[in-house]
């Protein structure tokens, strides 16, 4: 059966005035989005965002767009917003030709000069300015299109002839569901959502879940841009009212003054026992996020969807939520589950270079840990997404569900975090935390070589693995500030650092009996040309 053409874009891209004319010319029906959902619900778009919100809009849209994906041989004009969210693109990708109309925010002005007072989306004394903005904020879902047609000085039927070229060697664009693990815990059990375009399935999961209130989702300056229009979108689609909180990027908004500032919003916008925290982000925003969740009203449930690889595989499972004191990171926290995790894979294709590189410090970690298989893939250079992340959350998985309260095997996921939470401390937190762990790891595999619990070779196969994966195995630091930033670790046991050292791939142990000269002389290492 032929499948459907679906054009998308921006609003004033031409989407309807092309689809038209395509449908005329292929002699097939041309379907309105837009145009549907008024027949639908007896309102125009401007009277249904007014009368209904844009949550009751979007849900109505995502209806249509289940049933059209389910039709063949129509060309579908899509409203500027439809694919913004994940399901929607499953709906009309899996059996339809997407193609995303673009133009110059000039070009759009212009084309909707004397239809503004229409248009919800931008309403404001600068059109232009709020357009630019519209657009940034749904530039990453449009990217993920797989074709795309410039519109801009062109004339409808010159569009139309690109596309009749353009359709024949086009295929649909299904994507597959995401797997789906389980985490065991002494409250129950959560699942973990893991594929491209993952958040497909965040409206019914949250449903399945129960958290059918409003939705805060919490982000940041660097994140929110790019994706929590989207994120909104999915959960609009499924019904669910949802507000935005952005935080400015870095570890300098994980502070008690944040977390109160943030419950002080919640307050004021309603937020109550059925309302839902969304940490949308990276670990940073995964622990304030997940603090939140545990202190506001004495808790409300939580899910974590971690945009970087490193909160991905690690912070954002297991409960542990919290934020930096000044003497000491992680200090003030709690133990908080999540209802349900999603890491989509899709966000790494925003994520820079350096923070996928401070991800994998993390993956190698899991390797040493507990899964030598795991190294051994990323030694080969043969590794893939989703698989890398499955195997590397497999292995946190089966720790935290032996020890979920951190009061035996759990320690070991520490494997050079207390060298790591230390040189993160004395560098104001300039030093990424996967860089930081990235040497960690360096330093314990040396330690536990010079007190002879390992041998040299693996401190030298941990090193040359990690340099390969273009992460750091030195930091200029000053050796005796990084020891006393070590002494507030908050896994000390009756003033005795505990510290986790490798003996072989795949066996770590925990240990306070390392005397201090034989950690300093480690210490000493830091700088690129030390011995060692």
């Not at 689609?237 to 919640?266: I, N, Q």
């Not at 026992?273 to 939580?302: E, K, N, Q």
């Not at 989703?386 to 070991?412: Q, S, Y």
Request: aromatic share 4%.
């Amino acid at each position: 059966m032929d499948p459907n053409i679906v054009l998308t874009g921006f609003m004033g891209t031409g989407k309807t005035t092309v689809g038209r004319l395509l449908a005329r010319r292929l002699e097939r029906p041309f379907v309105d989005m837009d145009a549907e959902i008024e027949r639908r619900t007896g309102l125009s778009i401007p009277e249904l965002f007014a009368r209904r919100g844009e949550t009751a809009f979007r849900h109505a849209e995502a209806a249509v767009a289940a049933e059209l994906g389910q039709r063949h041989g129509l060309v579908i004009a899509t409203g500027g917003g439809t694919l913004l969210a994940a399901q929607n693109r499953r709906a009309l990708g899996a059996n339809g030709i997407v193609v995303e109309l673009r133009a110059t925010a000039e070009a759009i002005v212009e084309r909707l000069r004397g239809e503004i007072e229409q248009r919800p989306l931008l309403a404001g004394p600068d059109p232009l300015a709020r357009l630019r903005e519209l657009y940034a904020r749904r530039r990453a879902a449009y990217d993920l299109l797989p074709h795309r047609v410039e519109t801009t000085g062109r004339s409808p039927d010159d569009v139309v002839e690109e596309l009749l070229a353009l359709v024949p060697h086009a295929k649909p664009t299904p994507t597959a569901p995401p797997e789906v693990m389980w985490v065991r815990h002494p409250g129950g059990t959560y699942p973990i959502l893991i594929g491209f375009d993952a958040t497909a399935d965040l409206g019914a999961w949250m449903r399945e879940r129960e958290l059918l209130g409003t939705v805060a989702i919490i982000s940041d300056s660097h994140v929110a841009p790019l994706h929590a229009a989207s994120v909104q979108a999915d959960l609009a689609a499924a019904g669910l009212e949802a507000r935005v909180y952005e935080v400015p990027a870095g570890e300098g908004s994980k502070t008690p003054e944040m977390a109160l500032w943030l419950h002080g919003r919640l307050l004021e916008d309603g937020f109550d026992r059925t309302s839902t925290v969304l940490a949308l982000g990276g670990g940073v925003v995964g622990d304030l996020a997940g603090f939140v969740a545990a202190t506001y009203m004495r808790g409300i449930p939580f899910v974590q969807m971690p945009t970087s690889l490193l909160a991905m595989v690690d912070a954002s499972v297991g409960g542990k939520v919290g934020v930096d004191h000044p003497r000491a990171k992680n200090l003030i926290g709690a133990f908080k589950q999540p209802a349900l995790v999603v890491a989509d894979t899709r966000f790494l294709r925003t994520l820079p270079e350096r923070e996928r590189r401070c991800g994998l410090a993390e993956v190698v970690k899991h390797g040493l840990i507990g899964a030598p298989h795991l190294l051994a893939w990323l030694e080969s250079g043969a590794w893939a997404w989703p698989a890398l992340i499955r195997e590397a959350i497999a292995v946190k998985k089966a720790i935290v569900e032996e020890d979920p309260f951190e009061r035996g095997r759990r320690a070991v996921l520490n494997l050079g975090h207390t060298f790591a939470h230390a040189l993160e401390v004395v560098s104001d937190y300039a030093l990424p935390h996967g860089e930081a762990v990235a040497v960690g790891l360096v330093l314990a595999a040396r330690l536990a070589a010079r007190v002879g619990l390992a041998d040299e070779a693996l401190a030298a196969r941990v090193e040359a693995l990690l340099r390969r994966l273009g992460l750091p195995v030195h930091y200029p630091a000053d050796p005796e500030a990084v020891w006393q930033a070590m002494q507030g670790d908050k896994k000390k046991v009756r003033g005795r650092l505990r510290l986790v050292l490798p003996r072989a791939v795949g066996d770590v142990i925990v240990t306070d009996g390392v005397p201090a000269e034989d950690v300093r002389a480690v210490l000493a290492t830091l700088r690129p040309g030390s011995p060692g």
